[in-house]
């Protein structure tokens, strides 16, 4: 620093101070500084421009990868989405959502396609067998080994009666194929179950007199309104006693032959219980009673007039009308079938009103 004293035009006096800059660093030093710095800078960007564009190749990758696998029909291998980056992942889990759903569809598909080849064999079967015996019995008839009116008589009845089981078998199997496929509409109404069914029993109640079997209806109680189509309840409520009526007719002509209808409710729902004093089920065999085609025994064969089709007919119109179907052996013997139907708030007039479905 420099000082010096001057007098100003005035007569005063004045001082002037220099101030000079005296750099320890040479200058050359920070030239070296700065284009380190800037090497640095550089360096530091490239790096993480390159393990960024690294990342999302690797990403882009694994997406591409998945995306060659479900081209080839893998869409077993799930795609791990939690190690890619936000917008990536977001992508992946995209691409995760698309391979379950092709899976589900592709799966679905399968079954459909399994359930398909099975009815049709089912179907192959259950017709050849009355086909046969008719044609047997017509070829007795025009071979002359009827020779009698009486056994002509016998003959012509007993292919009346194999041709009528074809003509049933073939009505539930058309029936059955409709439903399958949701191409029967439902005319749903606002019906009082408690009423319905006591209607129901009292139409279906003289043919199971006939045979020895009781039909016991729930006890009467307060309306219960349910959202439903009559005329479908009625062949679910058709098909299950008559899929008791079946097992029961295996038992003694003296045993006890009962079917006790109870009506119960379960929340949003009301429940219907069906149930036989027949022999039951094999535990093993109850999972499997709604599917198309079972038979657990002798009782359910085709001789019977069994289709096979009844309680999956059952099934599918239950599932129509929004609730579930199930089955079970009873502890004190005979087999149950219940079912469930969502209840409404409208109590309507009588048995059944109109409603806006």
Known sequence: MDRAVYDYPDGSAGVAVLFRRIDVVPVYILHVLNIVGL????????????????????SLDKLKAAAERMTEGDLNTPIETAALPNEIGEVGKAFEHMRRRLKHSIDQSLQYEENRKLLLSHISHDLKTPITSIKGYVEGILDGIANTPEKQEKYLRTVYRKASDMDRLIDELFLYSKLDLHA?????????????????TEEMRFDLEREGIVLVPPKRGKPLPVMADPEKLSRVFANILDNSRKYMGAQDSGADKRIEIELTEEGAYARVDIRDSGPGLAEEAVPYLFDHFFRADSSRSPDTGGSGLGLAIVRQIVEGHGGKVTAA?????????SFTLRKTGETGGGHETDSDH
């Open 39 to 58: 090497a640095v800078i550089t360096l530091t960007s490239a790096i993480l421009t390159y393990w960024m564009s690294r990342s999302i190749i690797r």
């Open 184 to 200: 029967v509409p439902f005319d749903f109404r606002v019906i009082d179950l408690n009423g319905y069914v006591k209607q129901i």
């Open 329 to 337: 052996n009873h502890p004190e013997g005979g087999l149950i079938i």
